[in-house]
């Protein structure tokens, strides 16, 4: 049992919260590792960079990810009172969301499963010094 008041601990908790400015997108249609592909292309660089990459990559995690960045920077803005130009993807990883199972009938009554895979994708954001 945790000591002292509610309220107390409550503060104790919310000091050691991280302030850093974040981004969540639950239950995206995309596997976890075609996410990170993506991800391990714009990880450490700065914001105007990871957009210009975004805005150029091929694939289609990269458009749900760019939008999600920009997500992250209006939260920056609006939110912590930061300047864009000093911003950069501080974190960002992928992880493993529920799995939609469907039937795919085959030859002499037989079914094979397929598995549509679906992920969490968190941006975090930070200020350079």
């Given at each position: ?36 592909f993506v991800l ?13 990459i975004l805005e ?74």
């Amino acid at each position: 049992m945790a000591k002292g008041h509610r309220s107390q601990i409550k503060r104790e908790r919310n000091a050691q919260k991280d302030t850093r400015p974040k981004a969540k997108l639950s239950y995206a249609r995309v596997s976890v590792t075609k996410a990170c592909f993506v991800l391990d292309a714009i990880r450490g660089k700065d914001v105007q960079t990871a957009l210009a990459i975004l805005e150029y990559n091929p694939r289609y995690a990269s458009s749900v990810i760019k939008k999600l960045l920009k997500s992250a920077i209006a939260n920056a803005e609006n939110n912590n009172g930061m300047n864009t130009e000093n911003l950069y993807i501080a974190e960002c990883f992928a992880n493993r969301g529920p799995t939609m199972k469907r039937i795919r009938p085959r030859a002499q009554g037989r079914a094979y499963r397929i598995e549509k895979l679906m992920s969490h994708i968190t941006i975090v954001l930070d200020e350079k010094k």
